[in-house]
T-cell receptor, first 112, second 112 residues
Framework: DAGVTQSPTHLIKTRGQHVTLRCSPISGHKSVSWYQQVLGQGPQFIFQYYEKEERGRGNFPDRFSARQFPNYSSELNVNALLLGDSALYLC???????????FGSGTQLSVL | GENVEQHPSTLSVQEGDSAVIKCTYSDSASNYFPWYKQELGKRPQLIID?????GEKKDQRIAVTLNKTAKHFSLHITETQPEDSAVYFC???????????FGTGTSLTVIP
């Protein structure tokens, strides 16, 4: 099915570097959210974008930023990577701002 | 902010038996409660959800119950099968946006 797609699937970076993760929502979905999932834990909310505007931000430092494009795809940027940023980054899309979330397969980020 | 607690962290049942996973939440503003199933290395998939104006919802072998007064909700899986083995996450969301707060997950093993 044409679900939420994320790229890349895996990424290895070193401390201090910058990373950009990409997400394409399900066709017709206007909301994109980003979550961080550390091994053995539930996903933690990072950002939500709806109609290209930030509608919510979780408890993450300013090193994390995101944006949504006119075609509703989204990027998550993380600057000055730390070892603790190693995690699975999940993108999820939904029809509206308060709707069911459908997740992508994620980007596994390893920071060495 | 919202705090979601999930129990147990691991659960083993014999094939054909029932499994129950329980979650509590702290924010009375939360009004949407989805459950996700995540198989190893795969994306979280929505299996059932319930809104706060409903006390119970059933979909074949899966049911969810919600007690708003006590702020807890539960997932019930009957006639478990080996393919039900996965990590299950509960989540809570206020109606102000799609910021989902996830529990820490329950690793369910169904023994054939």
């Amino acid at each position: 099915d044409a679900g939420v797609t994320q790229s890349p699937t895996h990424l290895i970076k070193t401390r201090g570097q910058h990373v950009t993760l990409r997400c394409s929502p399900i066709s017709g979905h206007k909301s994109v959210s980003w979550y961080q999932q550390v091994l053995g834990q539930g996903p933690q909310f990072i950002f939500q974008y709806y109609e290209k505007e930030e509608r919510g931000r979780g408890n993450f430092p300013d090193r994390f930023s995101a944006r949504q494009f006119p075609n509703y795809s989204s990027e998550l940027n993380v600057n000055a990577l730390l070892l603790g940023d190693s995690a699975l980054y999940l993108c999820a899309s939904s029809l509206g701002q308060v709707e069911k979330l459908f997740f992508g397969s994620g980007t596994q980020l390893s920071v060495l | 902010g919202e705090n979601v607690e999930q129990h147990p962290s691991t659960l083993s049942v014999q094939e054909g038996d029932s499994a129950v996973i329980k979650c509590t939440y702290s924010d009375s503003a939360s009004n949407y409660f989805p459950w996700y199933k995540q198989e190893l290395g795969k994306r979280p998939q929505l299996i059932i959800d319930i809104r706060s104006n409903v006390g119970e919802k059933k979909d074949q072998r899966i049911a969810v119950t919600l007690n708003k007064t006590a702020k807890h909700f539960s997932l019930h899986i009957t006639e478990t099968q080996p393919e039900d083995s996965a990590v299950y996450f509960c989540a809570a969301s206020p109606n102000t946006g799609n910021q989902f707060y996830f529990g820490t997950g329950t690793s369910l093993t169904v023994i054939p």
